[in-house]
């Protein structure tokens, strides 16, 4: 089975000069869950846009590793839900 995993660095999102969410990083590991709590309006949504790639980060760096080689953003819909 292939290992995958995920890296946020640093990621953050602005919406017309507003700053929706900054310096969010993480790295989940094979078989590895995140849960995203939080208030209305504090980016929930957003980033899970971002990870399933359906907007682009503002800043940071996000990407998809599978068995250590980097896969391309067009195929991170293949390893995310939303």
Known sequence: MAKIDLFCDDLGKKYTGKNIFSGLSLK?????SLAITGKNGTGKSTLIKI????IRETR?????KIDNKE???EKYYCYTGY
């Open 28 to 32: 989940l590991e094979n078989k590895s």
């Open 51 to 54: 990870l399933a790639n359906l």
């Open 60 to 64: 940071g760096e996000y990407s998809i």
């Open 71 to 73: 896969i391309p953003r």
